[in-house]
């Protein structure tokens, strides 16, 4: 599917041809300064077609201010960011979605009551005739949302119910068919399983992996360990703006991903004060246990 294009963008995206690479994005070294607060420094990334890159971080680790830079809506202030084999600075998330960047955020910023085939066209609807008589094709939108759907395993009965209706997992496996139909090729996914329970994260892991299948490069943001293990293939953790390491599936193990997330000597620090805390609490319930008797007495 493509989308309308202003100049500007096509003299962009046309710069992004020449070049080939192996790598369909890959960041070096790059930051963001907001004034004087250093949002995020130093971080290297590869994202490889048909690859899970998973990026994980708690609150205030970097991960949005990482997402708006690849997704368009602010630009890095250090580093190389490569899009292609050519180096470029993404002027908008439009810019961003026609060089095949496509982000599918927590929110979705899809409408409850509308049906799912006019969210799935949403701002990008089909038309028929010109002119007093264009108007909407409403038959093909909804023949190509269920088969968008249908190609992507999403077996739903009706295309018109409302998205409200579907689950939460659903809701985000219906956007993440949607971009890949408008022509991505890197999707990231802004922590699309944070508010699922365990089943309907699994849903939207198991279509994580159709979009890997089907060649796009993935870049999936979580702060959960055990949903980014099973589907990734490399893993960036980010602490307070900066890269803590990146590593390979083969290089790390989903402990020593928890534990790097948490900090080894924090994690350890903390497992000791709890312990001396179930201490403390063992040797109050003997002192009570023995003053009972005496007080009975």
């Avoid at 960041?27 to 995020?40: C, R």
């Avoid at 094709?137 to 209706?165: A, C, F, N, W, Y």
């Avoid at 309907?200 to 993935?218: H, M, T, W």
């Avoid at 179930?278 to 009570?288: I, P, Q, S």
Wanted: charged share 25%.
């Amino acid at each position: 599917m493509k989308t309308r294009k202003n100049k500007k963008t096509e003299e962009l995206l046309e710069k992004l041809e020449p070049k080939t690479s192996d790598n369909l994005l890959t960041l070096k070294g790059v930051g963001k300064h907001y004034g004087s607060i250093i949002a995020l420094r130093g971080v290297d990334m590869v994202v490889d077609p048909g690859k899970v890159t998973c990026v994980l971080g708690d609150n205030g680790a970097g991960k949005s201010t990482l997402i708006k830079i690849i997704a368009g809506l602010h630009q890095h202030d250090e580093g190389d960011f490569t899009l292609h084999g050519s180096s470029i600075k993404l002027k908008s998330p439009r810019v961003a979605l026609d060089a095949g960047i496509a982000a599918v955020y927590q929110d979705l910023a899809v409408v409850p009551l509308m049906p799912i085939w006019r969210n799935f066209f949403l701002g990008s609807e089909l038309t028929t005739g010109v002119g007093p008589f264009k108007k909407l094709d409403v038959q093909k939108m909804k023949d190509i949302t269920k088969q968008e759907l249908s190609d992507m395993g999403i077996d739903l009965r009706d295309v018109e119910q409302p998205i409200g209706q579907l689950s939460g997992g659903e809701r985000q496996c219906v956007a993440i068919a949607r971009a890949v139909y408008f022509g991505a090729k890197v999707l990231i996914l802004d922590e699309p399983t944070a508010a699922l329970g365990v089943k309907q994260s699994g849903v939207v892991l198991r279509y994580i992996l159709q979009a890997r299948d089907r060649g796009l490069g993935v870049i999936f943001i979580t702060h959960n360990p055990h949903h980014a293990y099973p589907v990734g293939d490399s893993f960036l953790l980010l602490k307070r703006g900066r890269s803590i390491g990146y590593y390979t599936k083969s290089e790390i193990t989903v402990e020593e991903l928890t534990a790097q997330m948490a900090g080894g000597a924090e994690l350890a620090e903390l497992a000791h004060e709890l312990e001396q805390l179930g201490g403390h609490a063992e040797e109050r319930a003997e002192a009570e246990a023995g003053a009972s008797p005496q007080t009975t007495a």
